[in-house]
């Protein structure tokens, strides 16, 4: 039987290995273990790719999210606005400030965040609002920008969207983004790591002082920080991977049209629905989600048949953050976001990866359709 992993670390790590080896001896040459020169032409390497004018790298996603938050005002008691279908991670950021994060629904088609829910849930309270560009799709991020009222911030989660844009617009530019180098996504390190991007020279540098135990005198917050800073093994890693992004994203949205084919009467029969990509958008597909519909076995049969054939299918994510045990003082209960929570139980991620081929895109198709039956 055919192993298919939902994504391939092996495969990927293949094509850079002799690089990492070569760039792993020159730091520890150097012993650059935090920051230094990796770092810094990391930094440089990775704002120019993603469309920004600053990139501060940092320990995680979750740091860069809560960082970005902190440096654009959240405090104690403010309200971030956020979808509840998302990884939980965006929640926790703001949970950790002491801000409280207020949920809104998703849209069905795409399970991008409801952008009208998000503009009716925002108040005097609310500081910030986080669209998620989930599965590798960017958020309507400039419409809803456009019409926040002036005391309320945009802090975009870019975890899953690394070179995504939407009508030209890369997450971070005009405002301020975090992401994620988690090995998993698009651009993986080889551990934790993650980044702050912005245009604005000013954030940029308060991130980077949050980041490094707190303001220096030249900032005006009188804060503690904190310590999260990227490793220079990683950066090694980061460097070598990013040589190799925009291809491999090329790759995902070639392996994604292939499962569109190939997954067409499956469609048509209603059995499963395909993903949708929003006019505007260059997608990356850190997640090629389908939704299980009709009669027959459910999501959950499904996912269990395709484990046991050796496919790696997986759910992201299986419960929103409302109807999770960490947020439920938040004080909400099953039908308070029926699109998040339809999903949440039909979604299914398929096998996807720069390295996919069309025989195993053919496998993972065909055990899908045995599964479905
Ligand atoms: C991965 C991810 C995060 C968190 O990143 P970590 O590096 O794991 O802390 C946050 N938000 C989303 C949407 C993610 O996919």
């Not at 491999?248 to 499963?272: F, I, P």
Request: glycine share 10%; charged share 20%; hydrophobic share 45%.
């Amino acid at each position: 039987m055919n192993q298919i992993p939902l994504v391939d670390l092996k495969a990927a790590h293949a094509e850079v290995a002799d690089y990492v080896r070569a760039g792993f001896e020159r730091v520890l040459a150097a012993t650059a273990f935090i920051g230094g020169e990796e770092v810094r032409e990391f930094e440089r390497e990775y704002a120019g790719f993603a469309g920004v004018a600053h990139c501060v790298g940092v320990a995680n996603g979750t740091d860069a999210l809560e960082l970005a938050l902190r440096a654009s005002g959240v405090e104690v008691g403010d309200e971030v606005v956020l979808p509840a279908n998302t990884f939980i991670a965006t929640a926790g950021a703001v949970a950790r400030i002491g801000a409280r994060p207020v949920l809104v629904d998703c849209l069905p088609d795409t399970q991008l965040m409801d952008h009208q829910a998000a503009l009716d849930a925002t108040g005097p309270a609310t500081r910030a609002v986080v669209p998620v560009h989930l599965y590798g799709q960017c958020a309507a991020t400039a419409e809803l920008a456009a019409r926040l009222p002036g005391h309320v911030r945009l802090v975009e989660d870019a975890a899953q969207s690394q070179g995504a844009t939407r009508d030209g617009r890369s997450p971070g530019s005009g405002g301020i983004a975090a992401t994620s180098f988690y090995p998993g996504k698009n651009l993986g390190a080889y551990g934790d790591a993650g980044a702050v991007l912005t245009d604005d020279e000013e954030l940029a540098g308060l991130v980077r002082s949050l980041a490094n135990h707190g303001g220096t005198a030249k900032y005006r917050h009188d804060v503690a920080g904190f310590n999260s800073r990227l490793d220079g093994l990683q950066a090694v890693v980061l460097r070598a991977k990013l040589a190799r992004l925009a291809a491999g994203n090329a790759a995902r949205r070639a392996a994604a049209a292939r499962y569109d084919a190939l997954l067409a009467d499956l469609a048509a029969a209603g059995r499963v629905v395909l993903p949708t990509t929003d006019a505007g958008n260059v997608h990356v597909w850190h997640l090629y989600v389908v939704r299980v519909t009709g009669a027959g076995p459910g999501r959950d049969e499904v996912a269990g048949k395709l484990n046991a054939e050796g496919i790696g299918a997986g759910v992201h994510y299986p419960v929103p953050v409302h109807l999770t045990p960490a947020f439920s003082h938040l004080g909400h209960r099953r039908g308070d976001f029926p699109h998040a929570e339809q999903a949440a139980d039909r979604i299914l991620s398929l096998p996807l990866y720069p390295q996919i081929t069309a025989d195993q895109q053919q496998q993972v198709v065909n055990t899908l359709a045995d599964a479905l039956r």
